[in-house]
């Protein structure tokens, strides 16, 4: 069954500092990715995607996440964090006989220091 | 901007209730889910519906059921809550493929 690992519950950076999530997932052929962001409060906005091509993949707010398949990974990075990057990123992976479902990981809370 | 709305943001009930979460989205999307969200476990899906009066289970659909009557609305039941059910649940949208768009949440106590 598809599953995906985020393996950092927590993590705290400096306000300017880089940031790297890390993501790990389990998937038999070519893996559909996605990386969501929750505030607090609010409902989940779509980050950034990987479906074929490129390996690195732009998103929003400045995310960016590489999909390396030889390590099963998809790590989120940002070269300089802002406080109000600080919420909930979650992983997902699409699962499910025709791919419609998002299986997703436990989620890494991100806490910003200034 | 695509929207999705859920009914209620905070929902107190009583043990044994009959519990309604409705959920609209107004981009006439074909694919409807409902998750529920909890700490250190992530989103996982309870049932989902990809067309008017069609269902699917999810990966958690005990003591859930779904309707879905018309296109932009879908309802996630709760037939008798019970306290391990509460947890915020998350209902999202999607035209096709799976990127999903989701609404903000009914975070559900059950007492």
């Known amino acids: 069954a598809q599953s995906v690992t985020q393996p950092d519950i927590h993590i705290t950076v400096s306000e300017g500092a880089s940031l790297e999530l890390r993501c790990n997932y389990s998937y038999g052929a070519t893996p559909y990715l996605f990386w969501y962001v929750q505030s607090p409060g609010q409902g989940l906005q779509l980050l950034l995607k990987?479906?074929?091509?490129?390996?690195l993949v732009q998103g929003i707010k400045g995310f960016e996440a590489e999909f390396k398949r030889s390590q099963s990974s998809f790590n989120l990075r940002k070269p300089s964090v802002h406080w109000s990057d600080a919420a909930e990123y979650f992983c997902?992976?699409?699962?499910?006989?025709?791919?419609?479902?998002?299986?997703f990981g436990a989620g890494t809370i991100l806490r910003v220091k200034s | 901007d695509v929207k999705v709305t859920q009914s209620s943001r905070y929902l107190v009930k009583r043990t044994g209730e009959k519990v309604f979460l409705e959920c609209v989205q107004d981009?006439?999307?074909?694919?409807m889910f409902w998750y529920r969200q909890d700490p250190g476990l992530g989103l996982r899906l309870i049932y989902f519906s990809y067309d008017v009066k069609m269902k699917e289970k999810g990966d958690i659909p005990e003591g859930y059921s779904v309707s879905r009557e018309k296109k932009e609305r879908f309802s996630l039941i709760l037939e008798s809550a019970s306290t391990n059910q509460t947890s915020m649940y998350l209902c999202?949208?999607?035209?096709?493929?799976?990127?999903?768009?989701f609404g903000p949440g009914t975070r559900l106590t059950v007492l």
């Open positions: 999202a949208s999607s035209l096709s493929g799976i990127q999903g768009y």
């Open positions: 990987y479906f074929s091509g490129d390996t």
């Open positions: 981009m006439d999307h074909e694919n």
């Open positions: 997902a992976v699409a699962a499910g006989e025709y791919g419609n479902k998002l299986v």
